[in-house]
């Protein structure tokens, strides 16, 4: 099969995935397709909002319709590291055994990655970045495709440690949840309250999902493209010649290379999605916000002002 045609085939099974995905998830649409775009692009995400709006509802059915394993890891201030790596044993011969822990799963659901301390925090974002763990001097890999999507409630609650910057950059997108509207709320009720049970059908197997990731990264890029996401992520840093007005009254911390990488990329797969052989500069803005509010750290007169990371992002755009 040449990329033309894995391209049109990756329109219609992802078309045939979100079908499946809202027989469970009404609305979310916005959601839904970042966490795809993840997916296919081998990244991980972390989804911000407060407790109740599905979040781990979301990440359960996109596990089953990929027929994927899958573990929810619940972080709480007591958890430690071997919880989720795994940990030695003596076993009956009087020999060391590995354990493997949670985190040896395809699709892993860090739920409230905030309420752990840092320690904890390091344990899985190492095992994010390496796509392995180290336990007892031996280096286990983790299955492929591997993926995490981490959840947290807004960092102002109380009893929370918020992720330092450098442990944020690891996540590809900061997607935002919000309430339902109005009219979704009242379907999610009607549809939750009843006895309907839903039997979601696996839609693709590991296989087709490692060769889409790596479809994704034969995507050609133009020069044109390259050029204005590099631009844009230049514009966030303070001491850079590119950087406008609000970028020098509103931010005291721009975003590194990992953020232009994850506009391209998450670029040629928002194209690939909808039918393009190619990415243009409009699939580098769909994504622009939820690669970069994570990666800038806003100043006191900002928040004074009442300039959201979303506003300033906007601006620079």
Known sequence: MTDKELIDQLVVDYQALKKEIHQVIVGQDEIVDQVLIAIFSRAHCLLVGVPGLAKTLLVNTIAQTLGLSFNRIQFTP??????????EILDENKQFKFIKGPIFSNLILADEINRTPPKTQAALLEAMQERSVTAAGKTYALPAPFFVLAT??????????PLPEAQLDRFMFNIWVDYP????ELEIVKSSTGDRKVMLKNVLTETQILAYQDLIRRI???DNVLEYAVTLVAKTRLN???APEITKNFITWGAGPRASQNLIVGAKCHAALRGKYSPDIEDVKAVA???????????YRAEAEGYSMDRIIESLL
């Not at 509207?181 to 979704?184: A, H, K, N, P, V």
């Open 78 to 87: 007591d958890l430690m590291p071997s919880d989720i790596v795994g940990s």
């Open 152 to 161: 947290q409630n807004p960092i102002e609650q109380e009893g929370t440690y």
């Open 181 to 184: 509207s109005f009219q979704e």
């Open 220 to 222: 050609p890029v133009a």
């Open 240 to 242: 850079n010649p590119l």
């Open 289 to 299: 916000k939820a690669i970069l509010r994570h990666r800038l750290v806003r100043n």
